[in-house]
């Protein structure tokens, strides 16, 4: 499979507000899922912010998610006159060290794809996580099918990458 990078930003200001595309339609992420346009229209705002996919990480919250021609674009606010944590995200948003987004969602409605992942039309988005390293090369996004998974995904890919500085 052919993978396609393209550059991610993501803008922090003082007051934690923060912008960034968090799925880039066209481009099917690490596993070979590709979210169609239309697929985010039942998103329910104001959307849970995690850091890592943590349920017990919440760090701001999503206020605004757009369907545009490229992608789901999503504004929204670090907590940082509330929380040390959103403070700390958004000296690392800003430092570079984290550049990516990633939904958490259950798809609806879903049909494989030849040579491996799904074609996505519907789905529940339940939260938008700011992450390192994203499965999504475009948006940086992880198709996270749960917290849980991925999380372990998470981890899988930290050890990966440590793996290759060591080379």
Do not use: C, Y
């Amino acid at each position: 499979m052919e993978r396609a990078f393209i550059e991610t930003k993501i803008l922090a200001d003082d007051a934690g507000a923060i912008s960034g595309l968090a799925w880039k339609f066209g481009v099917p992420d690490r596993v070979g899922d590709v979210i169609e346009p239309g697929a985010f229209k039942s998103a329910r705002l104001p959307l849970p912010m995690l850091f890592g996919h943590d349920q017990n990480d919440p760090i701001g919250t999503w206020d605004s998610a757009t369907e545009k021609a490229d992608g789901l674009h999503l504004t929204g606010r670090l907590l940082v006159d509330d929380l040390p944590r959103a403070r700390e995200v958004r000296a690392l948003v800003r430092a570079g060290a984290v550049r990516g987004l990633s939904i958490g969602f259950a798809s609806r409605n879903a049909k494989a794809r030849a040579g491996g992942g799904r074609t996505i039309k519907s789905l529940e988005l339940f939260e938008v996580s700011l992450v390192t390293l994203p499965m999504h090369p475009g948006a940086r996004v992880t198709s996270a099918k749960s917290a849980v998974s991925a999380l372990r995904l998470a981890a899988a890919l930290n050890q990966a990458v440590a793996a290759i500085k060591e080379t």
